[in-house]
């Protein structure tokens, strides 16, 4: 039986892209294994990543927030780290120092002395701003070295806010001269910012940028994901972006066979949390760490 030219021709299209394909796939490299996700291979259960040390239990990006909630148990710290006006590295989620402090001003046109002399816990509240209990009680802003010192034994998830300053060379620095490289995973939305850290601290875990999030999940889509050797060991992502589902099984299974942890963001409510678990999250990034801990029967 003869087939028809065009037939023949689509089928050797086919078998051209699926031969290239087994080839990409067999270039394609997993994330190695990393010292910092040891502890995750020798247990079961998900990950309790403390956003912002705790948010919804104690002021944000502070040291009493970040020793309360390594003395609750929980996995890993999660922070944010900008520069001062004289290049200190302080954590800070927001670019000014208005919403958590007592102060006005954005975090880098003031000195880490300047910032040091506000309240980090002015606003915090949590039965809607009917009482502060942490105001005037000496929680100041730290810097990302004060929280290496005072907690050597935690593990740290560190976003890097600006890539202009670049925070490369100097978080690099610090993490060298702390002895904490294999206790840190580097994290930041901006693609410039990881390649410059990945350069400086090629030793230093990193997840990945928005852009790599990005790419892993449209590869899925396209049933492209064996082909992608990634950079990163960790995809830190929300459940759903853009009105699209970014978590699905499909999603995490593809992420596991790249070698990659995933790391569900931020989950707050107990029902929520229970879900990300089943569906096999290797962390949840929370702001209620007491409930994550209830949810996976921790407590």
């Known amino acids: ?149 005072a907690l050597p034994e935690a593990r740290m998830n560190i976003e890097m806010k600006t890539v202009q300053p670049s925070l490369a060379t100097t978080l690099c620095a610090l993490i060298q001269e702390h002895k904490v490289t294999e206790r840190v995973l580097v994290a930041s939305f901006n693609h410039l910012a990881l390649q410059q850290f990945r350069a400086m601290c090629p030793g230093v875990a990193t997840s990945a940028s928005e852009d790599e999030a990005r790419a892993f999940f449209a590869l899925n889509l396209a049933f492209l994901g064996p082909i992608y050797s990634p950079e990163f060991y960790a995809l830190q992502v929300p459940e759903q972006r853009n009105g699209m589902r970014v978590l699905t099984p499909g999603f995490v299974r593809a992420a596991h066979d790249r070698g990659l942890e995933v790391h569900a963001w931020t989950i707050n409510e107990e029902n929520n949390m229970k879900r990300m678990s089943e569906l096999g999250m290797d962390g949840i990034v929370t702001d209620y760490p007491d409930r994550l801990r209830n949810a996976l029967g921790r407590n």
Not at 117 to 127: N, R, T
């Open 1 to 149: 039986m003869h087939l028809p030219r065009p037939l023949l021709t689509i089928i050797a299209a086919v078998a051209v892209a699926i031969g290239a394909f087994g080839t990409m796939a067999a270039l394609a490299q997993p994330a190695p294994a990393h010292p910092f996700f040891a502890p995750v291979a020798q247990q079961s259960h998900t990950e309790i990543i403390a956003h912002r040390g705790g948010a919804g239990l104690w002021p944000e990006n502070t040291l009493y927030a970040f020793e309360h909630a390594a003395a609750m148990g929980i996995d890993m710290l999660e922070m944010d780290v900008r520069s001062s006006a004289d290049d200190v590295l302080v954590l800070m989620h927001d670019s000014s120092v208005e919403r958590t402090t007592n102060g006005m001003g954005a975090v880098r046109k003031l000195t880490f002395a300047e910032l040091q002399a506000l309240d980090a816990a002015y606003h915090w509240s949590d039965d809607g701003g009917q009482t502060y209990r942490y105001r005037d009680k000496g929680i100041t802003v730290p810097t990302i070295a004060d929280v290496f010192s």
